[in-house]
Each structure stands twice: as structure tokens, then as C-alpha cells.
């Protein structure tokens, strides 16, 4: 085809997945010379969006609410050098329709590097035309470049409160919105998320059940998409995202998930659905719906290697209540063997291999791994782990702590501290039991990279000699820490992003903030590797790079209850 290059209008199958695709623009096109009359915003409810930029491509996103049950709508689109549109780069018509819920998303490709870019989508027969996007493609290899920011966010709950954070991250200085997934949430009205503020603040999550069905899911993005900061920024940044559980349901691995059970139907129609889903909403450049790992390159600064450590390749997690006995305690023989079982594996072994070509091609200076959970080392002391199991299956069941829970809590906190102060200090006073209390250490969180210890070494070899910064989210806290192998050799760092409104740990410890800071602090001086921690507060992560360094910063919001709130920056951190 000579006038634009582009796949099938009908939705496309890849390996059993349904994939909304996308019109190819190039530069021969046949630009369209269209006269735009004063139009409504109607119609355009969700907004517009850019994902995927590169050196001269760019995703451009909208979706179209027909006035009628009309199979299908031709939409007008423009991008442009300048926001008047006097400059018109390129231009096309997309047809879309309910096989695919109404979304238009065009892949412009053959555009000038390094550029900013303004785009509009329009529909003729409504006389409606959305908002005007902004946009970006990324510097080339030879183009000249002082620095790349990056902000990071992760794990936006609906009913949870405000997205404040997506606002303060429109009118951050960054070039590109990194999104490290749970964009979107699947539980139902009253669970999960919800709090004393959630129907006040008319958040109760829609549709109410939780969601399964193409129905459910595309609801519940069209509901996520109607908020309008998060409308902001997608107006105002390029998006470059990947999934994490929720997107499907909660701690999914390749053939299921926690919150799956058998009454809900199959899970793989379950995750196939939920993936379709996300293709409409949140294009990426993939012919397979299923394999959403691939790389950036922004100039010679930085390669951003975005991971899938959820879906396509994670087996099941372990649990400690597999291997703990009421009568023996924690069988630790079977655990350790379990554990270090060379064949479980987090990314797979086809996307470890596509990691290992990709960083060892890339000549930028940092390589920097886009991707969902921890991979710093949280080893804690095992009876501080056991009490914080305590007191989270008590909040669950009676509502808080017993008082004597929280006061062994409490207890534990200040000793193993304090303990472990001393030993820093070389205090030879200290008893072989005092010492066991703090050496005594196990992983927190076996969903995260801690669960798949060898996978993460195979990684950890792979990255050696390079520059490497891991971004993170997952947790709804924000972490930094040193990456260092099985031996201690510091492989790179880790720098991990808040969330945008769902609850740190004080949600699930039951603590106020105030208390939570000195859980801060001692986890800080507990676990080895962990620099800096905040348990408290949502925020977004913002990193910039340059040549020859790094420089992370944590922002923070003052609350997700009120419309009017400010930032603060908790913490910043440079590497290089």
C-alpha cells in the first residue's frame, strides 16, 4: 500500500492473545489537507496519550465515544511542530470500532529525532475533536544531550484516594513517564483500596464486582482514564509502560495467581482478556501481545531495558506457610533447597537471553532495567519478619494489633537495633546469641527477586563491568539500595518508586506515620543492603542521568484526599 502502511483493521491473533493494532505512519504518506472547524470536546472522554517514542517513532493514543452504536467511526488525526498546527508533519484517518472499544492508536513513524511534537484527533461527523497532545521522540545516537529525565510511578489505586501524583508528574521536568505497572486495579467496590474516604471522594471502583469478563475490564479502564490528572499526564508526557500483577489479578505468575480461583472461570482466558484489554488502552510496539519487554535507547546516555517479571515467564511464588509447622517452626533445610532450585526461574529463559544480546549491544553509558519488583537483597532478621506476619494476619482479622503483639513488635524493634548498632561498632560485649538475633536473616518478600535467587545471580553476571541502575516499583514504598552478588561485589544500584495511591506499609502494619519512621530507620540499619526506605508517603521517583552520572530523587505528595496539595522531595541520591 502506497498511501500508509499499517496492519490488519481486524484485531489480530498472536500465540492465542487478541492485539488492537495500529496504523504505520511514514513520512510518504498522502497528508491530508483538511480545513478543522471550531469544534466540541465531546466524545473524546478518555483523553489522548504517546507511548513507545523512540528516535523517530511515537505512539499517539485516543479513544471515541459514538454517539450512536455505530460499527465503525473514521477519526481524523494530526501531528504537528507546533501547537497552532501550521506545521503539520503528518496526517491520516483511523478506523476504529467496538472489536476494539473505540481506541485509534497510530504508530508515527520517520520523524526528526530529539523533537517535541504536538497531536489532535478529530471527528468530522460529531464535529467533536479531542484535546491536544504533546509528545517527544528521543535523541539519537549523535545528537547532543546534557541529560535524560526520567519520572517513575507505579501502582495507582482508584478507590485508594487521589491521583495527585499523576499531577505533580505533569508538571515535572521529566522527558518520559516511565510506568512500572498496576495501572489499574482489579478488585471489587469494598475491597482492596477502599478506605473511610473513597465514597466521599466518588471513587468507589466501577464496575462493582471484581473484574473478569472484556466487559469488566474495559470498564475499568475507561473509569481510570476519566480522571483527570491522569488525563494530564498522558496529555503531556510520553508513556513508556509495562504491567505488573493487577493488571490481571493480584500476584499473577505464567499459569495463575493468587487472586484467581476456579469459580472464576479459566485463568488463561482470564489473562488473555486482560491483556487484549491492555493493548487497547495501553499501546505498546509489539506484534505479540504477550511479550512486552524491549529496550530504548536515549542517545548515548542510557539503554532502558523494560522487563516482564510477572506474566510471561514467573513460576509460582513460594510461601513460608509451605514450609512452616505450628509444632517445628520453619522446616529452613527445605526452604533454602527450594529457594536455590536452579530451575525456578522469574523472567523466563527466552527473555533472559534477549536481556543478555540487548545489554551487551548497547554501547550507552548506563543500562537501566524498567521492571515491576524489588531486586535488592531485604533480608531480615527472622523473628522481626515473624512479628510483622503477626501483626499484619491480626489487622486482617480483628481489625488492629493485639496490645501484646504490638508491644513485642515494639520490643523486638528497639533490641535488634540496638543490637545491631553495636556490632557495627565492633562492640565485643556482645553475646553469640545477640549476635545470632541480627545474622539470623531471611527474605521479606519471596514475590519479589529475593524469591529467585539464582535467576537473579544469572543476572547480576550478566550486568557485570556495566553501569546499572534497576527502577522498581510494586511495593507502594520507596527503597534504595545496593545491588551486590552471592560474593558482595556491587553490581549497581536500585532505586525504587512510592506509589501513586495505594497504601504503604503503614497500611498494612496498622501504624500511624509518626511510628512508621523508626520502622524506617531500623530497617535501614537492618538490612545490609537497604541505604533509604519511606513507608509512608505517595509519591513518584524522578531520576536524571547524564554521561556520567546519576541523580535519583524521591517527591512526594501531602495527601490523595483533597484536590490542593503539595510536593516535597524525601530524599535524593546520586550514583554514578
Known amino acids: 500500500m502506497n498511501r500508509r502502511s499499517f496492519f490488519e483493521k481486524s484485531m489480530l491473533v498472536a500465540g492465542g492473545f487478541m492485539i488492537a493494532p495500529m496504523y504505520i505512519s511514514c513520512n510518504n504518506d498522502d497528508d491530508m489537507e483538511i480545513s478543522i472547524p471550531d469544534l466540541s470536546t465531546d466524545n473524546f472522554f478518555e483523553g489522548v496519550a504517546s507511548f513507545d517514542p523512540t528516535d523517530s517513532k511515537v505512539i499517539i493514543w485516543t479513544r471515541f465515544t459514538p454517539d450512536t452504536g455505530s460499527s465503525n467511526i473514521t477519526i481524523n488525526w494530526q501531528i504537528a511542530l507546533d501547537q497552532n498546527f501550521d506545521d503539520v508533519l503528518r496526517s491520516g484517518e483511523f478506523v476504529t470500532g467496538a472489536d476494539r472499544d473505540y481506541t485509534v492508536a497510530i504508530d508515527v513513524q520517520e520523524l526528526p529525532s530529539n523533537s517535541k511534537f504536538y497531536y489532535r484527533f478529530f471527528d468530522l461527523g460529531t464535529q467533536t475533536t479531542s484535546v491536544i497532545g504533546e509528545t517527544i521522540t528521543l535523541p539519537a545516537s549523535g545528537d547532543t544531550v546534557t541529560d535524560v529525565k526520567l519520572a517513575v510511578c507505579s501502582c495507582a489505586n482508584f478507590a485508594a484516594g487521589l491521583f495527585n501524583v499523576y499531577g505533580a508528574m505533569a508538571n515535572s521536568e521529566a522527558d518520559v513517564i516511565v510506568h512500572l505497572g498496576d495501572y489499574i486495579y482489579e478488585y471489587g467496590e469494598g475491597e482492596y483500596g477502599t478506605n473511610e474516604n473513597t465514597v466521599a471522594l466518588d471513587r468507589v471502583h466501577n464496575p462493582a464486582n471484581e473484574i473478569i469478563s472484556l466487559t469488566d475490564y474495559r470498564a475499568r479502564y475507561k473509569q481510570y482514564r476519566s480522571d483527570a490528572q491522569l488525563q494530564l499526564v498522558h496529555q503531556k508526557k510520553p508513556f513508556i509502560c509495562v504491567w505488573d500483577d493487577h493488571e490481571v489479578t493480584n500476584d499473577a505468575y505464567k499459569d495463575g495467581a493468587e487472586n484467581h480461583q476456579d469459580s472464576e472461570g479459566s485463568y488463561e482466558t482470564r489473562k488473555q482478556t486482560a491483556i487484549q484489554v491492555y493493548s487497547e488502552f495501553l499501546p505498546l510496539r509489539s506484534t505479540d501481545p504477550s511479550?512486552?519487554?524491549?529496550?530504548?535507547?536515549?542517545?548515548?546516555?542510557?539503554?532502558?531495558?523494560?522487563?516482564?517479571?510477572?506474566?510471561?515467564?514467573?513460576?509460582?511464588?513460594?510461601?513460608?506457610?509451605?514450609?512452616?509447622?505450628?509444632?517445628?517452626?520453619?522446616?529452613?533445610?527445605?526452604?533454602?533447597?527450594?529457594?536455590?532450585?536452579?530451575?525456578?526461574?522469574?523472567?523466563?529463559?527466552?527473555?533472559?537471553?534477549?536481556?543478555?544480546?540487548?545489554?551487551?549491544?548497547?554501547?550507552?553509558?548506563?543500562?537501566?532495567?524498567?521492571?515491576?519488583?524489588?531486586?535488592?537483597?531485604?533480608?531480615?532478621?527472622?523473628?522481626?519478619?515473624?512479628?510483622?506476619?503477626?501483626?499484619?494476619?491480626?489487622?486482617?482479622?480483628?481489625?488492629?494489633?493485639?496490645?501484646e503483639t504490638a508491644l513485642a513488635f515494639q520490643t523486638a524493634l528497639t533490641d535488634l537495633t540496638a543490637i545491631k548498632s553495636r556490632l557495627l561498632a565492633g562492640d565485643p560485649t556482645l553475646t553469640p546469641e545477640e549476635i545470632a538475633r541480627v545474622q539470623t536473616v531471611i527474605p521479606y518478600n519471596l514475590d519479589a527477586w529475593d524469591g529467585y535467587f539464582i535467576e537473579r545471580e544469572q543476572l547480576f553476571a550478566m550486568l557485570g563491568g556495566k553501569k546499572t541502575v534497576c527502577l522498581a516499583g510494586d511495593t507502594h514504598n520507596a527503597w534504595y539500595s545496593k545491588l551486590k552478588d552471592v560474593s558482595g561485589k556491587e553490581i549497581g544500584v536500585e532505586f525504587a518508586t512510592s506509589s501513586v495511591s495505594s497504601p504503604g506499609f503503614e497500611g498494612f502494619l496498622g501504624v500511624d506515620a509518626n511510628q512508621t519512621v523508626g520502622f524506617q530507620q531500623a530497617l535501614a540499619l537492618l538490612i545490609d543492603d537497604l541505604q533509604y526506605m519511606d513507608a509512608t508517603q505517595r509519591g513518584f521517583l524522578q531520576v536524571t542521568f547524564s554521561s556520567s552520572s546519576s541523580e535519583a530523587q524521591w517527591n512526594f505528595i501531602n495527601t490523595i484526599a483533597a484536590e490542593n496539595y503539595t510536593v516535597t522531595v524525601g530524599e535524593t541520591v546520586s550514583y554514578s
Request: aromatic share 8%.
Open 291 to 403: 511479550k512486552i519487554y524491549r529496550s530504548f535507547d536515549f542517545g548515548s546516555v542510557l539503554s532502558l531495558h523494560m522487563l516482564d517479571t510477572r506474566i510471561i515467564g514467573r513460576d509460582k511464588q513460594l510461601s513460608y506457610d509451605d514450609f512452616f509447622s505450628p509444632t517445628t517452626g520453619l522446616d529452613a533445610v527445605a526452604f533454602q533447597a527450594a529457594l536455590q532450585d536452579p530451575s525456578r526461574t522469574l523472567l523466563g529463559s527466552e527473555q533472559l537471553s534477549w536481556l543478555s544480546g540487548a545489554v551487551s549491544a548497547s554501547n550507552a553509558n548506563w543500562q537501566v532495567l524498567g521492571q515491576q519488583v524489588l531486586m535488592g537483597k531485604m533480608f531480615m532478621p527472622a523473628e522481626l519478619l515473624i512479628l510483622i506476619g503477626t501483626l499484619v494476619a491480626e489487622i486482617g482479622a480483628l481489625g488492629s494489633a493485639t496490645p
